[in-house]
């Protein structure tokens, strides 16, 4: 069993940076592959990055657009989602997720996760 919790949400301006962290207890997240996803109000939950098991290979939406990067450091058992520019489209809750994807690009489905976080908010202000 992989418990996660997710911090560094809050109310930031657009044009600003924003790391939101993912810490693992229970097993070691290298063993897993790693996504964020978001959901914003009345919308489905989305996948946003992710990162394969190995270390090896990354994965973004397209709405990304260079602006978001996924790192874990092992160390503390913890995956990192940093976002460069923030948009006021970015407002959402940011959810981490722990699985065992199959392919890289299934790494993108929401069924690929066996584990989640509660989730941290995002809002950002024009």
């Known amino acids: 069993q992989v418990q996660l919790v997710e911090s560094g949400g809050g109310l930031v301006q657009a044009g600003g940076p924003l790391r939101l962290s993912c810490a693992a207890s229970?097993?070691?997240?290298?063993?897993?592959?790693m996504g964020w996803f978001r959901q914003a109000p009345g919308k489905e939950r989305e996948f946003v990055a992710a990162?394969?098991?190995?270390?090896?290979?990354?994965y973004f939406a397209d709405f990304v657009k260079g602006r978001f990067t996924i790192f874990r450091d092992n160390a503390k058992n913890t995956v990192f989602l940093q976002i460069v520019t923030l948009a006021t489209e970015d407002t959402a809750v940011y959810y981490c997720?722990?699985?065992?994807?199959?392919?890289?690009?299934?790494?993108?489905?929401?069924?690929?996760?066996?584990?989640w976080g509660q989730g941290t908010q995002v809002t950002v202000s024009s």
């Open positions: 229970g097993r070691t997240l290298s063993n897993y592959d």
């Open positions: 997720a722990a699985g065992l994807s199959p392919t890289i690009t299934s790494m993108r489905l929401r069924t690929s996760y066996a584990y």
């Open positions: 990162m394969s098991r190995s270390g090896l290979s990354t």
